[in-house]
Structure formats: C-alpha cells, structure tokens
C-alpha cells in the first residue's frame, strides 16, 4: 500500500529565504507524485506533479521538486520565499494502477515572516 | 476554465438532519473523490466514484453515503448528521486511463453541525 510522510506540520522561513519542504513516500511500484497548495478557505491547487521521466520537476509560482527513488523522497523547494507563499502544501501519491486515487501526506504549514 | 464546483462554501445543519453536499464537475472526468480534511489529520478519503452509478469506500466512509446518477454530477450524503461530521468537505475530479494527471480540486464546503 502507498503512504505518504511530510516531514514538520509546521515550516517558517523569512522572506528571501529557502524554502524546504519534506516528502517521503512509500510504494511498491513507480508511482507518481504530486505537490498541492491550499490558501486559507480554498480547495486545492495543483503546484507539480511527477509522472515518469526527468527527476527535476518545475512548477508553478518558481517551486520546483525532485523525485529521489533511491531516497524516496520527492521534496519540494523554493529558492526565494515570498510572503504570498504562506499556505499549506500537501504531497500526494498515486500509483498508475489505482484509477487515479491519490494518497496525501498530514501537509505542511508554511508561514513565511517579514 | 475548467472547473468543479461545490454549490455551498458555508453550511450550518443541526444534529440528527439529512446533508446533501453538491460536486459538479465540467470536464467529462471519469473519476470523482470526496475528502474530508481536518487540522492535524491532512485529506481523508470517504468515497470516489470511477463511473456513473459506481462508487466505491474510501477509508472513512461510516455515516456517509455517495450518489453519481450522471457523469458531472458526484453527491455526498450526510445520513443523520453529527457533530463529529464538523469538517471541511473537498471535492475533486481526474480523467479515467493509466496515466495519473491529479485532482482538479472544488473550492471546499465549510460544514458545521450543531
């Protein structure tokens, strides 16, 4: 069975800063992986997803990820932390055999201070 | 711009009511997932639907029934409404096939129940 772990509930950083956000994930077969963001009182917004190919995966909003087989690992970063990141994130995963169901992570609160 | 839509942002019910939450989606999606989130518990799934007239349990789906009698169109049923049924209700579309292109996500239905 697939699972999902994101390392922290809660990450704050300073504008201008990295930010670092941890994923692990559990699958006995390739799976893909996906980073969501939620911004107080709405649904879901997809940020990244990997599928198959490059390991280094861009997103929107200048986040990107890379997918660590070895590692399982699927960790999400920013180089630069602005304020309108503040939001939660939730790493997800899915398996290409399980009609399209994703299992999310706990997610993680990302404030970001001035 | 493609969407699913979740006819109530805000909704108050009182104990012991019969619930009916709305998920409408305009994508010709195959599949259809109803969450519940919950702080420190991250998104738990209680049905998903891959076809019309089909449905299957999520990991909580004790209190809650689903109907999908067209394609777009995906209810979650609250049969006897609990207090413990206080939660932020996600609903979220994919398309059918192997490859996994993630959720489009509704805006979320805020439900408390007194």
């Known amino acids: 069975a697939q699972s999902v772990t994101q390392l922290g509930s809660h990450v704050s950083v300073s504008e201008g800063a990295l930010v670092l956000l941890r994923c692990n994930y559990s699958s006995s077969v390739p799976p893909y992986l996906f980073w969501y963001v939620q911004y107080p009182n709405q649904g879901l917004q997809l940020l990244l997803k990997?599928?198959?190919?490059?390991?280094l995966v861009k997103g929107i909003n200048g986040f990107e990820a890379e997918f660590k087989k070895s590692e399982t690992s699927f960790h999400l970063t920013k180089p630069s932390a602005h304020m309108s990141d503040a939001a939660e994130y939730f790493c997800a995963v899915s398996v290409w055999n399980q009609g399209g169901k994703l299992i999310f992570g706990q997610g993680t609160e990302l404030s970001v201070k001035p | 711009d493609v969407k699913v839509t979740q006819s109530s942002r805000y909704l108050v019910k009182r104990t012991g009511e019969k619930v009916f939450l709305e998920c409408v989606q305009d994508m010709d999606h195959e599949n259809m997932f109803w969450y519940r989130q919950d702080p420190g518990l991250g998104l738990r799934l209680i049905y998903f639907?891959?076809?019309?007239?089909?449905?299957e349990k999520g990991d909580i789906p004790e209190g809650y029934s689903v109907s999908r009698e067209k394609k777009e169109r995906f209810s979650l049923i609250l049969e006897s409404a609990s207090t413990n049924q206080t939660s932020m209700y996600l609903c979220?579309?994919?398309?059918?096939?192997?490859?996994?292109?993630?959720?489009?996500f509704g805006s979320g239905t805020r439900l408390t129940v007194v």
């Open positions: 990997y599928t198959t190919g490059a390991t």
């Open positions: 639907s891959y076809d019309v007239k089909m449905k």
């Open positions: 979220a579309s994919s398309s059918g096939g192997l490859t996994n292109y993630g959720y489009t």
